[in-house]
């Protein structure tokens, strides 16, 4: 009954390589979220959806493509993967655009 | 350019006294505060939030408080447990500077790592 998932939990891979991330939650909300915790610890924002609709698109190298198949779903895909993309992916959703939101457990990426 | 800063990477604290959390704002048209709590892999929670028409906010052994003035709030947790020993964000919501929307953004600080030992 996990409220928001992530799929996987951990991705090893090299770099040049491309990649996707899953992300479900089964609250019912609207809103949905990409987040990236860098190795500062700093959780920030790279792209929001509402209604299946993209609202934020922050600045994030166009290698990273958000799709959201639905209001319930949200996977980020990223292409040519380099060193620097190595973080912790958080997906979130939430009922509204604005207020709090619900994280998934976050996927671990390491690009050797 | 970091909105919401929390300036002490860590405290220590002992079994039942009281842990102070700290949060600085630089972003007068914030309206919304909250509280997210997060151990070691797995995704931060939501603990608690105050709206800026209020001063404090208290659930439990959590109390927030805002000093809009300051651009400061903190979160106060009595007694202290060891099983809340975490990773605290603070994070805020609002609107930009400027006054435009922020579609709902929440800006967080970096993070304090809070240990209770018994």
């Known amino acids: 009954d996990t409220a928001v998932s992530q799929t996987p939990k951990y991705l090893v891979t090299q770099m040049g390589n491309d990649k996707s991330i899953k992300c479900e939650q089964n609250l019912g909300h609207d809103t949905m979220y990409w987040y990236k915790q860098d190795s500062k610890k700093f959780l920030k924002i790279m792209f929001s959806?509402?209604?299946?609709?993209?609202?934020i698109n922050e600045t994030v190298p166009n290698r990273f493509s958000p799709k959201s198949p639905d209001k319930a779903h949200l996977n980020l895909h990223i292409n040519s993967l380099e060193l620097g993309d190595s973080a912790v992916y958080f997906c979130?959703?939430?009922?509204?655009?604005?207020?709090?939101?619900?994280f998934g457990p976050g996927t671990r990426l390491l690009v050797l | 350019d970091q909105q919401v800063k929390q300036n002490s990477p860590s405290l220590s604290v002992q079994e039942g006294r009281i842990s102070i959390l700290n949060c600085d704002y630089t972003n007068s048209m914030f309206d919304y505060f909250l509280w997210y709590k997060k151990y070691p892999a797995e995704g931060p929670t939501f603990l608690i939030s105050i709206s800026s028409i209020k001063d404090k906010n208290e659930d439990g052994r959590f109390t927030v408080f805002l000093n809009k003035s300051a651009k400061h709030l903190s979160l106060h947790i009595v007694p202290s447990q060891p099983g809340d020993s975490a990773v605290y964000f603070c994070?805020?919501?609002?609107?930009?500077?400027?006054?435009?929307?922020?579609?709902?953004?929440?800006?967080f600080g970096r993070g304090t790592q809070l240990t209770v030992w018994p």
């Open positions: 979130a959703s939430s009922p509204g655009i604005a207020g709090q939101q619900y």
């Open positions: 959806y509402n209604n299946k609709e993209l609202i």
């Open positions: 994070a805020a919501s609002g609107r930009k500077p400027d006054g435009g929307s922020t579609l709902g953004r929440l800006y």
